[in-house]
């Protein structure tokens, strides 16, 4: 793991704790990136109408394997925001309806429902989760204080962003299924963050983010629909479909696959990104997580802050922790423009949390720099 940061095009006169926001591109990733790009612009004709569609399924298997999924269930994304969007865009709720999600799912989606929602047709409700999180009885228990003889959807987090908790969202899906409630999981941080098998979680609809953890290059996304929804998922930008040059499998791949003229390479990299996570990222998980428990203990010394969750299994290779009120409210820039620390700080609920994501490329020293500078703030 020492020399891992050079395998990474990520500057190296900078500490980078932020591989939550957007991933990082390892460099024979990013390479394949290229060479797809260069093949498309030689003979594009060949390549958008035929080859590319082989690839596609290349990616689809690869990735259902990685994540435990039939490969026709999957469609790629450019991004969370837009694999969720198209699910609120085909619900059909009504004002008798509610949609229930915690406080702690992500702001830009948490937005998009309000949008989709205009007309104010359903009722979106949002679960406290008090903190700090002790047990999974008492998440789920409190979870479920917000579902009603109305509730019809539940929009969840596997991995939050701001507070970077593991939610332990199987029971939920569990107990969902059982109240004939329908289970939209925002997994974004997951892929090659945490395991996820995906039929064994039996949610209705999944997304993740393969540019984050998985470090595929930027714009690579899927969405996972379960069989019995695919009939009445419909995408937002309707093209060719069944008329164009995709040859299958279904109807519903056909429909999604082909969203008029656009470059797909940053998805046909798939199977190499889950190869480079399997020999050059997963050996080395364990150590990132330790990297996150010392920084946890750290951060509570010297900022003398309780931390929002109580033992290891609620966190990954990412932790919120909750800074102090007197904090400068440029903190950020400082740590930015005089220490050259990139990490996000985030007002949650009114708590200031700083949010450190620990990589294979990242090392003691950035825990000890981060620390060093918060000192000298
Ligand atoms: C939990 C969560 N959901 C969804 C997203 C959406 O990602 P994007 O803006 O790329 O669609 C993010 C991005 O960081 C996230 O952290």
Known sequence: MDDMNKEFLLDENITFLNHGSFGSCPKPIFR???EWQKKLEKQPVQFLTKDLYSSLRDSRVALSDFIGCN????????????????????????????????????????????????????????????????????????????????????????????????????????????????????????????????????????????????????????????????????????????????????????????????????????????????????PYQDKCKKMCLDTYKRLMSILNTMPITKGEKWIGQMISHPLPKDIPSNLKEILWNEHKIEIPIFNWEGLDLIRCSFQVYNKDEDIDSLIKALESI
């Open 32 to 34: 394949e990136y290229q």
């Open 71 to 282: 490969n026709e269930d999957l469609l790629f994304f450019e991004n969370p925001t837009t694999a969720i969007s198209n699910v609120m865009y085909s619900l059909d709720l009504d004002h008798h309806d509610e949609v229930l999600m915690t406080n702690h799912e992500y702001g830009a989606l948490v937005r998009a429902w309000n949008k989709w929602n205009k007309k104010n047709t359903f009722f979106i409700k949002k679960q406290s989760i008090e903190l700090p999180i002790k047990s999974e009885e008492q998440f789920l228990e409190n979870f479920w204080e917000g579902v009603n003889e109305k509730t019809r959807v539940i929009f969840i987090s596997h991995i939050t962003s701001p507070t970077a908790i593991i939610f332990p969202i199987k029971k939920i899906i569990k107990r969902a299924k059982e109240n004939g409630i329908l289970t939209i999981v925002d997994g974004a941080h997951v892929p090659g963050h945490i395991s996820l098998n995906i039929s064994e979680l039996d949610c209705d609809f999944y997304t993740g983010a393969l540019h984050k953890w998985l470090c595929a290059p930027k714009g690579s996304s899927f969405l996972y629909v379960k069989k019995d929804h695919q009939n009445w998922l419909k995408p937002i930008i309707y093209s060719w479909g069944k008329y164009g040059d995709d040859p299958g499998p279904t109807e519903f791949l056909q429909d999604f696959q082909w969203q008029g003229t656009r470059d797909l390479s940053s998805f046909l990299t798939i199977p190499t990104s889950i190869k480079f996570y399997n020999n050059q990222i997963k």
